[in-house]
């Protein structure tokens, strides 16, 4: 059973991670324990259930549970960040490229900096690549607040978006 989620869940579930924490190394911590989770539950889980739902939760609930101790280690030790060792594609346009890499950067720092109820709607449609029923079940609100906290941070974002980079 662990093989077939790992095969069906496995790549979402660690871009999820990925993006919740914003670290490879943290990505990579949090996966892993949480298919250790998924092992020691997987005779309570019911396969009629949302299982992708039920992972997604509970990856999210031991990040929450950790982030505490990351940001004591993160004071007393740093690690470095996803994106000082990531690159961008590379085209005949130079100068597109550094404006969507600095875009993009952009917009996951604004990310970073919402509220985690605003967080992780965004995390979970857009990296997790749920819907809007299977978000609204994991943080146990109406799919109506889903939906109103999507179209506020895309708002959000648009605003910070055109300040910063679409200037008249």
């Known amino acids: 059973m662990i093989e077939k989620l790992i095969k069906d ?46 992972i997604f939760s509970l990856a999210n609930r031991i990040w929450q549970d950790k982030k505490k101790k990351y940001a004591r280690r993160e004071r007393i030790a740093p690690e470095t960040s996803l994106e000082e060792g990531q690159e961008i594609p590379f085209d005949e346009n130079i100068e597109d490229n550094l404006i969507n890499k600095d875009m993009y950067s952009f917009i996951r720092n604004e990310i970073d900096k919402l509220d985690d109820k605003f967080k992780l709607v965004v995390i979970y449609f857009y990296y997790g690549e749920l819907s809007v029923s299977e978000i609204a079940k994991i943080m146990n609100i109406p799919e109506g607040t889903v939906k109103s906290r999507l179209f506020s941070v895309k708002k959000y974002i648009k605003e910070k978006l055109e300040g910063e980079f679409f200037e008249n």
């Open 9 to 54: 869940y496995g790549k979402a579930l660690y871009n999820f991670c990925l993006k919740i924490t914003f670290n490879k190394y943290q990505a990579e911590d949090l996966y892993q324990e949480t298919f250790l989770h998924i092992i020691r539950l997987q005779n309570k889980l019911d396969e009629k259930e949302n299982i992708k739902a039920f």
